[in-house]
């Protein structure tokens, strides 16, 4: 799977619109092979990205869960601090 893709559930604040539409586009640069379509298939990458898109939208929105929203500092702060160890 794409290491650009992050999960974006249960995250205080909620994933915005625009982080939805960046893992979608991430997801369809990875089906396709490529990271700009030719101008013959632009459009129907845009379909695919805007469809993915509203679909986790959906997914994301629908999802439930008891445990208490995660704080996307102390996430960010630990992927910092795994990347530092990894590239030390």
Do not use: W, Y
């Amino acid at each position: 799977m794409c290491r650009n893709i992050k999960p974006l559930f249960n995250f205080d604040p909620p994933a915005t619109d625009e982080e939805i539409h960046d893992a979608a586009l991430q997801f369809v640069r990875k089906l396709s092979g490529t990271n700009k379509p030719s101008k013959r298939n632009e459009a129907a990458f845009e379909h695919a990205v805007n469809a993915i898109a509203q679909c986790a939208h959906e997914l994301l929105h629908s999802l439930e869960t008891s445990q208490p929203p995660r704080d996307r500092a102390e996430v960010a702060a630990k992927a910092r601090a795994r990347s530092a160890m990894r590239f030390a």
